[in-house]
């Protein structure tokens, strides 16, 4: 370890000790009062919303049966984040690899390379965003929402298939989307950046008489990519000496609407995604521009919701979503003979599913708030097909899946709470699958909070991995079994002083029937099997501040060792530590401010054997609003001293290593009016 990574470690430890240890004579006092009721320990955290994704009802974040953080629009604006997969970077306990193409997020010590983001639940507004293909929670900029349409975002770690079902395996990631009453009128949005990227956004939101809210949203982007990218795995004359030229080009459009009149909630969203693949992954012709996927996807959403004199909440939806991929992927079919040319293969997935939800939630004997639920959901379409000048895959299902969930939160003292909760799912590809979890959570003294948590959760096999086969390279798999995560923590979350408050998290997990691809020594192929056993175990730190004048600032880190349950060995893309610190300052009063933030990832494990080298990324945002009425203007630098890093490969390159972009810019205006 490095002497800035070990200064980062120890900085992050001093910071801990004053919320480790309750002050002298703290609990003599202090007065203690209801658990529930929200007393003056929020002082100047008063503007830190309530979270409603750990139990699906709204309550303060040290009432939550899980550990959280909240990720508030204030934050994404100061720190300049551009989409989904910035704002995860510097979330306590999670990383992203990014093989440029997909972003995909690793939390608590787990990132299989190349695993499509299929153990983290991804909601908006409460609607699943995870596809019925791939079950794909989209980040970068495949997102499906525009940040500047973020009000928050709630991520909630640990299990959370028993409110969620499937996908919640490691965590929930819950995002807000802001009111039409927050604009007010019109908004736009301008960009440009390194690369040649550029993006533009138009919104429209206001409030009218009589409970009608709208907003309405489009964005567009575009980007050159780096012009040329090296790759010493194909540094041969042959193939332009390992340099890819113009492609990596990405671009995308979005549009978002949401109309509210009383207790309904219509919300509609569409994203399409080109991006160039520069790696040839999947032994495609290297340096060939035609190499690309189109990604889009799109929902459909209506929601009532009332409360009944304050003791009942009722909630009911009904949605239907589309999910479509289009790969273009060109091969050299030619022969010993030096006949053939090169052939465009085109790789393909359509999906469409419809469904409905049901929820009520209550107080009773005043003691116990209840929440009870039913889901259903029936894919109508779940096409995949792979063909050039033979049709290798054509493969068309339908299907159907049901579950109903039981949660009580019970107040056993003015102090102690039990929230426990189980759910049933039923599939009509495997059969059943009941998780359990139970949260312990104790306040010893005013400021100060203890939950001891227990869980198991479900990642049910996707249609990829259960029918996908190709021209020779894959084989289906339709016997595949639900992969199953028990889990086990102990947190610790303290308010202290009047600016200050953390959390400090202990946790091991175990997971079995995991499912991996593995090569079958009997013809070669590769296949998705329920092999793998995963044992894990941290600690997650988190220590905040917050200060008169708009001084703010954060140090978070994570220890985490996964291991394969088997061999002992650690896991791939697996980094034991990983870190952030960010602070910001105002310059000029409320007008302007200056966010700074870095973030550390130490090594990883490759597939191949090796190791990318740890690294600490350093990122600066330059924000200011109300010098002209209306807008607002930043500038960011990315990756300020233009470190050189690498994330690990998937089975589908031929890079052991992937290179990422160096120092970067952007620049950024929005007007409202």
Avoid: C
């Amino acid at each position: 370890m490095g002497v800035r990574s070990l200064m980062f470690l120890i900085g992050a430890a001093l910071t801990a000790v004053p919320f480790l240890f309750p002050l002298t004579g703290f609990a003599q006092t202090e007065t203690r009062t209801a658990f529930l009721h929200r007393d003056e320990e929020s002082l100047i955290f008063q503007e830190i919303p309530s979270i409603y994704g750990a139990s699906r009802f709204e309550q303060e974040v040290y009432e939550a049966p899980s550990s959280v953080s909240i990720i508030t629009a204030d934050e994404i604006r100061k720190y300049g984040y551009r989409n989904l997969a910035d704002v995860l970077h510097g979330v306590r306990g999670f990383f992203v690899t990014y093989d440029r193409n997909y972003h995909y997020i690793g939390v608590r010590g787990f990132a299989r390379p190349g695993d499509f983001n299929t153990r983290i639940l991804l909601l908006v507004d409460g609607h699943r965003l995870n596809d019925n293909i791939y079950e794909q929670a989209s980040i970068g900029t495949l997102s499906l929402i525009d940040v500047d349409l973020i009000d928050r975002i709630e991520i909630i770690r640990g299990p959370g298939s028993s409110l969620y079902g499937s996908n919640a395996f490691f965590g929930v990631i819950s995002i807000i989307t802001r009111s039409g009453r927050h604009l007010k009128g019109f908004e736009a949005s301008g960009e440009v950046g390194s690369f040649s990227s550029r993006q533009g956004r138009i919104s429209y939101g206001n409030r009218y008489a009589r409970g009608m809210e709208t907003l309405l949203s489009g964005t567009a982007y575009e980007s050159r990519g780096q012009s040329t990218i090296y790759y010493r795995e194909f540094d041969d004359p042959v193939t332009n000496g390992g340099k890819v030229e113009n492609g990596d080009g990405d671009r995308f459009h979005s549009l978002f609407a949401k109309q509210s009149f009383r207790d309904f909630t219509l919300e509609a969203a569409f994203v399409r995604r080109q991006k160039e693949i520069p790696t040839a992954s999947y032994g495609t012709v290297f340096n060939d521009s035609r190499n690309q996927t189109i990604d889009s996807q799109s929902f459909l959403d209506l929601r009532y919701e009332h409360s009944y004199s304050g003791q009942f909440e009722a909630m009911a939806r009904v949605f239907y979503d589309h999910y479509s991929y289009d790969g273009d992927y060109v091969y050299d079919r030619a022969a010993p003979d030096g006949t053939g040319s090169r052939v465009l293969n085109t790789d393909y997935a359509q999906g469409d599913w419809w469904g409905a939800e049901v929820q009520l939630t209550g107080r009773f004997h005043e003691r116990h708030r209840i929440v009870v639920g039913a889901e259903y959901r029936i894919t109508i379409r779940q096409e995949q097909g792979n063909y050039d000048t033979e049709v290798y895959l054509d493969d068309r299902r339908k299907s159907r899946n049901w579950a109903f969930y039981f949660q009580d939160e019970v107040s056993l003292h003015d102090a102690l709470v039990l929230n426990a909760g189980v759910r049933l799912d039923q599939y009509q590809t495997f059969g059943s699958t009941v998780t359990p979890r139970a949260a312990l959570i104790y306040r010893p003294f005013e400021r100060t909070y203890l939950k001891f948590l227990y869980g198991k959760a479900f990642r049910a096999p996707n249609a990829y991995e259960n029918y996908y086969r190709d021209f020779g390279v894959i084989k289906a798999n339709p016997d595949l079994r639900p992969e199953m995560v028990s889990t086990y923590e102990a947190i610790l979350e303290r308010y202290f002083g009047e600016n200050y408050r953390g959390a400090l998290s202990a946790f091991y997990y175990r997971i079995h029937d995991l499912i991996s691809q593995q090569t079958d020594p009997s013809d070669g192929l590769l296949v998705f099997r329920n092999v793998d056993e995963v044992k894990a175990r941290g600690l997650e730190l988190e220590v905040e501040g917050k200060w008169d004048g708009g001084w703010e600032g954060r140090i978070r880190y994570a220890l985490q060792k996964a291991q394969d349950g088997k061999s002992g060995e650690r896991l791939t893309n697996s980094p034991e530590h990983v870190a952030s610190f960010a602070v910001t300052v105002p310059l000029t009063g409320q007008r302007l401010f200056s966010s700074l933030e870095e973030q550390y990832v130490s090594r990883r494990k490759t597939r191949g054997g090796g190791t990318t080298g740890s690294y600490f990324l350093t990122n600066i945002t330059l924000f200011g609003r109300g010098v002209v009425k209306g807008l607002e203007m930043s500038g960011s630098v990315y990756n300020l001293f233009d470190t050189k890093y690498e994330d690990p490969g998937g089975a589908e390159h031929l890079q052991d290593a992937i290179l990422q972009d160096g120092r970067s810019f952007r620049v950024k205006l929005t007007w409202n009016f």
